[in-house]
Nanobody, 118 residues
């Protein structure tokens, strides 16, 4: 069974940067797009960014646009989220997400904590 493996979370000061990675465990992995959601305690899960595997088209949530950049490496089945100019309000658990080709084919990573101090 395919699993999404996340890395790169941690503690950073406001204005700093982090780079998250998410890799699918199987070479035969296939999906339409992959990206990131985040969730802070007591808040709803929020869309952050995603990228389409075939075209490389990218999409961003309004709160991160201009600060975060998502990219993908098709050969490695890996997506990256470069997070710059981090703010305390970016503090959350970040979840990798794969949008499958059909209904019910979504996959989620286990989540990685990002904490931004003021």
């Amino acid at each position: 069974q395919v699993q999404l493996r996340e890395s790169g979370g941690g503690l950073v000061q406001a204005g700093g940067s982090l780079r998250l990675s998410c890799a699918a465990s199987e070479r035969s992995f296939s999906s339409y797009s992959m990206g990131w959601f985040r969730q802070a305690p007591g808040k709803e899960r929020e869309f952050v960014a995603d990228v389409t595997w075939s075209s490389g088209s990218t999409y961003y949530g309004d709160s991160v646009k201009g600060r975060f950049t998502i990219s993908r490496d098709n050969a490695k089945n890996t997506v990256y989220l470069q997070m710059n100019n981090l703010k305390p309000e970016d503090t959350a658990v970040y979840y990798c997400h794969s949008d499958g080709l059909g209904s019910g084919d979504d996959l989620w990573g286990q989540g990685t904590q990002v904490t931004v101090s003021s």
